[in-house]
């Protein structure tokens, strides 16, 4: 039987996590506020990657431009 048991705490996939679950529970009132359910399965890397690929195909500018200026554009 395999067992696991996380010796460091601050290893980088358990940080990520922590960071993505605090994020996520930051975003849960803005989503909900107009929608009455969200699908969790566009929040996986593959569905954030393909957004933002569109995003950047958009303009060519967004490949220089800096997250805030992408988050402006965006919305």
Same mark, same amino acid.
């Given at each position: 039987?395999l067992?696991?048991?996380? /010796?460091?705490?601050? #290893?980088?996939? /358990? @940080?990520?996590w922590q960071v @993505?679950?605090?994020?996520f529970?930051?975003?849960?009132?803005?989503?909900?506020? #107009? #929608? #009455?359910?969200v699908?969790l399965? &566009?929040? +996986? =890397?593959?569905a954030?990657? +393909?957004?933002? !690929?569109?995003? &950047? &195909?958009? @303009? /060519?500018?967004l =490949?220089? @431009? !800096?997250?805030t200026r992408t &988050?402006?554009?965006i919305?």
């Amino acid at each position: 039987m395999l067992a696991l048991c996380f /010796i460091d705490p601050h #290893k980088p996939s /358990i @940080t990520g996590w922590q960071v @993505t679950l605090s994020a996520f529970l930051l975003l849960v009132p803005e989503l909900f506020e #107009k #929608k #009455k359910f969200v699908l969790l399965s &566009r929040f +996986n =890397q593959d569905a954030l990657e +393909n957004y933002f !690929s569109q995003v &950047r &195909r958009m @303009t /060519i500018l967004l =490949q220089w @431009t !800096s997250c805030t200026r992408t &988050r402006d554009v965006i919305s």
